[in-house]
Each structure stands twice: as structure tokens, then as C-alpha cells.
Nanobody, 125 residues
Framework: VQLQASGGGLVQAGGSLRLSCAAS????????GGWFRQEPGKEREFVAA????????YYADSVKGRFTISRDNAKKTVYLQMDSLKPEDTAVYYC???????????????????WGRGTLVTVSS
């Protein structure tokens, strides 16, 4: 499984960006998807995750109410809509995927098997 993340860039505080993560798999509906981010010198942190069911979504407290994760199985893509961006959201964002059973939605980086290369998001103040 290969994941290709895109959509990062430079945006002013208060602005929006949408990240996309396209998967090269035959069928995507068996996979849960997640977004993580990492600042230089810091550990990778959980941002959001979505299970096989679109109702199974989880967010880090720091992004709750501002970010929205979604998926399109036909396009084999997971999205992260980021609104009301803050300078502290600046990081490299990574998408991840894992084949799961039923409604299980992993939220730890160690639980994911496949990773994209990352896309840089820079929020200026």
C-alpha cells in the first residue's frame, strides 16, 4: 500500500487548507485512515482518525472543532479539512492507513502500517 499526501502550503492564521491522502489499493473500504503531524525536534503527534464507518472519527483536543477528517472510498482518499488555522498548527503532516476489522479506529502511530511521505503546512501569524 502506498499513500500520497498532498495539499500542504503556506497560509495566514485564520485561513484554511485541505489535505488529501490517496491510497494505491484495490479497495479502500477495509482501511482506517489517520493524520499525524510532527514539528522539528518533537515527536509525531496524533491529529485525527477515521474508521471504516464515516461516523467513527476522532480528533486531538488541540484541533477539535477546527479540523474535519473525511473519506471517499470511491476515490480511495482520506481528507483533512483544516480551518481557523493557528501558527501552532505548523508542522509536517503525515497520513497513515491500516486494514481494520469492524469499527476499530487506531489513534496511535504505532498502530498504523502504512505511511505517506508528509506534506508541510506553514501557518504565518
Amino acid at each position: 500500500v502506498q499513500l500520497q499526501a498532498s495539499g500542504g502550503g503556506l497560509v495566514q492564521a485564520g485561513g484554511s487548507l485541505r489535505l488529501s491522502c490517496a491510497a494505491s489499493v484495490r479497495t479502500f473500504d477495509r482501511y482506517a485512515g489517520g493524520w499525524f503531524r510532527q514539528e522539528p525536534g518533537k515527536e509525531r503527534e496524533f491529529v485525527a482518525a477515521i474508521g471504516r464507518a464515516t461516523t467513527s472519527v476522532y480528533y486531538a483536543d488541540s484541533v477539535k472543532g477546527r479540523f474535519t477528517i473525511s473519506r471517499d472510498n470511491a476515490k480511495k482518499t482520506v481528507y483533512l479539512q483544516m480551518d481557523s488555522l493557528k501558527p501552532e498548527d505548523t508542522a509536517v503532516y503525515y497520513c497513515a492507513a491500516r486494514s481494520v476489522i469492524m469499527t476499530y479506529t487506531p489513534r496511535s502511530s504505532s498502530e498504523y502500517d502504512y505511511w505517506g511521505r508528509g506534506t508541510l503546512v506553514t501557518v504565518s501569524s
